[in-house]
């Protein structure tokens, strides 16, 4: 089967198409032929060695994936063949809190991803994905969908009425916007250009906000909602934004902390003085996934996918992220 690895951190470049040989189900694993897998930043991270130092090359990365199931190993239930399914993030993160065992199973970082025309996957590591949903739009559920709904609906517990500020418009923001809307929640959205805005208020933002127009833009938050703040902040920007984010979000309110695209410093007497909640994010567990799944199928909801690109152009799927034009997920097809 053919296979990206990295051998060496060096950015897109590094990225080799290789032959290796083809996956078997061992016991309660599931072979999957892979039909697409999508980008995350992280990924990006990841071939530039900036997202860890024990990295275990030569690896294939990426986290998110999905296709079909084409054998199912000894002992395996939940699975037949010709299922369609999706990786989850985390292969061994099943339910419940997240443990140290489980965080040593993310793929893509500490076990090989997804950017493989086969993997083997443990049982457990996979779930089934709406039936309306394309392969291509399946992948882009399992890191920035599962993310976005593990902000909102399970750690922020949004209910219809409150306010949500997100971040940019890739692919975390935008699967926050959409479920929000299906929450009957009001999204003030953010970006630095006009034109995403005018986007993403036609996918139900309720005002855009130009953070390169508007410096002050926590200011701005402040003005639409009556002095008061947003209820939720999706923050995907890290420590440079979330100075701004604790200003904007209303006093006992909730900062989802995913991102770490900027650096900086954080005072934390502000989270104490207006009594904020901070919780920081990281993808979610199977039987998230599984809920935002059927979410996903009752809503017929679909992912914003910015563009597809063939598996033999890899390479320059990354280099467009790196770019930072896009607007949602950007996609690779098997």
């Keep these: 089967m053919r296979a990206y690895r990295i051998h060496e951190a ?14 078997k189900a061992g016991p309660g ?14 990924d990006l991270l990841v071939i530039k060695g900036l997202y860890s130092k ?6 294939v990365p990426q986290s998110d994936g999905a296709g079909e199931v084409v054998e199912v ?15 989850c993030f985390f292969a061994a993160w099943d339910d419940g809190p997240l443990t140290d065992a ?19 996957s443990p049982e457990g590591g996979l779930v089934k994905v709406p039936d ?13 969908a599962l993310t976005a709904w593990h902000a909102l609906m399970e750690g922020g517990g949004l209910k219809a009425g409150q306010s949500v500020l997100t971040q940019g418009t890739g692919g975390v923001s935008l699967f926050a916007l959409q479920f929000a809307k299906l929450a009957g929640a009001r999204v003030i959205a953010t970006s630095s250009s006009d034109a995403k805005l005018a986007r993403v ?5 309720s005002d855009g906000i130009n953070y390169k127009t508007t410096a002050d833009w926590d200011v701005a938050v402040r003005n639409l909602t009556d002095g008061l703040g947003v209820d939720h902040v999706v923050e995907v920007g890290g420590a440079g934004t ?15 902390l995913i991102g770490v695209l900027t650096g900086g410093e954080i005072d934390p007497r502000p989270l104490l003085m207006r009594n904020i909640r901070l919780q920081g994010i990281y993808v979610g567990s199977r039987a998230m996934f599984e809920a935002m799944n059927r979410a996903i199928a009752l809503h017929k909801l679909r992912p914003v996918v910015d563009e597809v690109f063939p598996f033999e152009e890899a390479i320059a799927a990354y280099k467009h992220l790196e770019g930072g034009s896009h607007f949602g997920k950007i996609v690779i097809k098997t």
């Design 10 to 23: 060096g950015g897109p470049d590094s990225l080799k198409l290789e032959d290796l040989p083809e996956p």
């Design 29 to 42: 694993q599931v072979l999957v032929r892979v039909r697409a897998t999508s980008l995350n930043y992280r």
């Design 54 to 59: 024990n990295l275990p090359l030569p690896l």
């Design 73 to 87: 190993g000894p002992g395996v239930a939940r699975f037949k063949a010709g299922d369609r399914v999706a990786g």
């Design 102 to 120: 489980a965080s040593k199973s993310a793929r893509g970082g500490a076990v090989d991803g997804m950017l493989a025309e086969f993997v083997a």
């Design 132 to 144: 309306h949903l394309t392969f291509e739009e399946a992948a882009t559920l399992p890191c920035a």
């Design 201 to 205: 208020r036609e996918l139900g933002a």
């Design 242 to 256: 979330l100075p701004r984010s604790i200003k904007a979000v209303r006093i006992g309110g909730h900062i989802a």
